[in-house]
């Protein structure tokens, strides 16, 4: 298991940026697949992007594709998630999460932060 707190978030015009970060508590960090969901109020929660242990490989839902970059700092054991031109629809708690051998599927992770509120107005 891995803890995972993240940060950034917050209220932001339509238009706007923010970037989200995610702290992991492990040494072991750097073999983990981070991943970044959210969930909008009634709604269930979905993917957003992920990113594999190396930086190499990323993955994004066709929503937030040319707007929303994953990266991460395997020596600062953080991913972030890059969020420009927001739109209302972007409103959600965003979680971050880690898994050994995950892509863009939740049951594939197997630690997940408390999440942080995204909130867009128009």
């Known amino acids: 298991q891995v803890q995972l707190v993240e940060s950034g978030g917050g209220l932001v015009q339509a238009g706007g940026s923010l970037r989200l970060s995610c702290a992991a508590s492990?040494?072991?960090?750097?073999?983990?697949?981070m991943g970044w969901f959210r969930q909008a109020p009634g709604k269930e929660r979905d993917f957003v992007a992920a990113i594999s242990w190396s930086g190499g490989t990323t993955y994004y839902a066709d929503s937030v594709k040319g707007r929303f970059t994953i990266s991460r700092d395997n020596a600062k054991n953080t991913v972030y998630l890059q969020m420009n031109s927001l739109k209302p629809e972007d409103t959600a708690t965003y979680y971050c999460?880690?898994?050994?051998?995950?892509?863009?599927?939740?049951?594939?992770?197997?630690?997940w932060g408390q999440g942080t509120q995204v909130t867009v107005s128009s």
């Open positions: 492990r040494r072991t960090f750097s073999i983990y697949t």
């Open positions: 999460a880690a898994g050994a051998n995950a892509n863009v599927l939740q049951l594939q992770y197997t630690s």
